[in-house]
């Protein structure tokens, strides 16, 4: 008989669709039988178990109650004896699925282990220092902020007894200390052109670089998935510009979720995955019990416990459930979806659809031309001056345009009908007219365009550090995509944009 979990019913014959009751003779030496079966020494664990005995119509029937182990995997004389629910049958599991039940043992307290060989040294210093501003911003009211920094450390566990833990090493530490524990540490980040692999024209069109830890990689992962999603530039009460995005709040929380609740001692690693239509989240480790149990209950059952109250401190995490309702009511708020799960007992997918072209359409615009003067006078004040741009660093320029990208897709949007979804995943790719990398830059010469129309291609180009060459291309293909127009001479004329009509 293969070990499986649930009713094991003694005296019942299924037929087809239907079950009858037979019964059973000498029904004692069967539940005797069972029940020694049960406590037998062959077991790697001890059986719970309930069972109870009916009288049906004079037929004698036994029925035994197996509940779910947790602590499998469970099996009989050796760990090859391991067999999972696949369907409707019970299957042998495989030497990793194994090892997957094994790592389960720990869930929720492995990371939470201290690293030997380990110690202060084995931190980086510019993570652990913006991580510590960071928490004086945004969540200053927290006692930690006021601690020096070796009670700092050993108060949110990073240290313990002059040692790193995992989830404090893995959150903080640095690279080369990370990987001499985990060979393969990463976070996968991929842009792929198309809705899978198969109809994409490149296997992929970005891939993140390695980052040090899982504080340097929620940015990295962050400030890409944040080119993907339209955010509304408004007005406060107060009268401060804000950005504002049920769908940056709903792709914040899934970048979070994937961090802390990854299963770090898996061979396999965590991916997010961008197709044209969907946003995919990929996570080694099952979730701790089923999905509408955790989202019914608002349980809050983290698998690294110190990686989740590091971000939870940050506020970058809530205290309570592991976010699937706030993620869910975001993404809904956002384009009328909700994600899409993928669930096993060694790995969980969360999909974000992106490619909604009616949800985009009804997005509701800045409601006046007053408005729109209002985002633009704010864009401008970030911008500074052209000149002063030239004489910035490039780097720093293409970090103000990578970080405030959500806002300037929304106003191109809300301005000029511009939809930077269909330029960046239609036109630019099905086209070929440029490499799909450079769809970014033509969207920053837009905003320079808009912010200064009297702007030239020289100095374009050392803002970006670019080649006069590289920048004339690109307002080539501007032009031929019918975005821009020259209004006067080559030397008096402005550049202005095209509203578009038919996106």
């Known amino acids: 008989m293969l070990w499986c979990y649930g009713w094991l019913v003694f005296g019942v014959k299924e037929l087809g669709k239907t079950f009858e009751i037979q019964g059973i003779t000498n029904a004692e030496k069967i539940e005797q039988d069972f029940l020694n079966t049960l406590r037998s020494e062959k077991f790697n664990l001890p059986i719970a178990h309930k069972q109870a005995k009916y009288d049906i119509d004079g037929k004698t029937v036994l029925a035994f109650y197996i509940p779910v182990s947790n602590k499998k995997p469970v099996y009989f004389n050796t760990p090859a004896n391991t067999y ?9 599991a495989t030497k990793e699925e194994i090892d997957t039940m094994f790592r389960d043992q720990t869930f929720g307290w492995k990371s939470s282990e201290m690293v ?11 993570s652990l220092k913006r991580y510590r501003d960071y928490m004086s911003r945004f969540n200053p009211d927290a006692s930690y ?3 020096e920094e070796e009670l700092f450390l050993q108060k949110l566990r990073i240290i313990e007894n002059g040692a790193c833990t995992f989830g404090g090493l893995l959150f903080l530490g640095k690279r080369e200390e990370i990987e001499k524990r985990f060979p393969d540490f990463r976070i996968d980040l991929l842009e792929i052109p198309g809705t899978s692999y198969n109809d994409a024209k490149f296997s992929y069109t970005f891939r993140i670089d390695e980052q040090e830890n899982l504080w340097e990689y929620y940015f990295a992962c962050f400030a890409r998935l944040k080119q993907r999603i339209d955010v509304t530039f408004r007005v ?3 009268g401060f510009g804000e950005e504002f995005s049920t769908g940056l ?3 914040r929380e899934a970048i979070v979720n994937l961090l802390m609740h990854a299963d770090y001692f898996s061979p396999a690693h965590s991916r997010i995955r961008i197709f044209s239509d969907r946003i995919e989240f990929f996570n080694p480790g099952g979730f701790p ?3 509408a149990e955790l989202k019914g209950k608002d349980i809050s059952l983290p698998r690294n416990p110190i990686i989740s109250k590091l971000f939870r401190m940050a506020k970058l995490s809530e205290n309570a459930g592991i976010g699937l309702e706030k993620m869910e009511s975001n993404w809904k708020a956002y384009n009328q979806t909700t994600p899409e799960y993928d669930l096993s007992f060694d790995f969980t997918i969360a999909s974000f659809l992106t490619a909604i072209p009616s949800a985009i359409s009804e997005e509701k615009p800045l409601e006046s031309t007053s408005d729109l003067d209002k985002v633009l006078s704010e864009i401008k004040k970030g911008f500074g001056s052209v000149s002063t741009r030239i004489n910035t660093d490039p780097t720093e320029n293409v970090a103000y345009f990578q970080d405030n990208y959500g806002l300037f897709t929304g106003y191109l949007r809300d301005k000029y009908a511009i939809n930077t979804l269909y330029l960046r995943d239609n036109y630019a ?9 450079h769809i970014d830059r033509l969207i920053w010469l837009l905003i320079l365009i808009d912010i200064e129309p009297s702007i030239n291609k020289q100095s374009i180009a050392k803002i970006f550090n670019k080649s006069l060459s590289s920048i004339e291309k690109d ?6 995509m019918n975005l821009i127009m020259r209004e006067g001479s080559n030397k008096v004329g402005d550049w202005r944009i095209i509203r578009q009509l038919n996106q």
């Open 236 to 238: 406060n009460a107060e």
């Open 84 to 92: 999972i629910r696949r369907g409707s049958s019970d299957q042998k």
């Open 249 to 251: 709040n709903a792709i």
């Open 429 to 437: 790719v099905n086209t070929k007219i440029l490499p799909y990398k």
């Open 289 to 291: 019990k089923p999905l």
């Open 116 to 126: 030997p060989n380990t110690d202060r040294s084995s931190l980086n210093e510019g």
């Open 475 to 480: 307002f080539k293909v501007l032009r031929d």
């Open 145 to 147: 902020v006021q601690y």
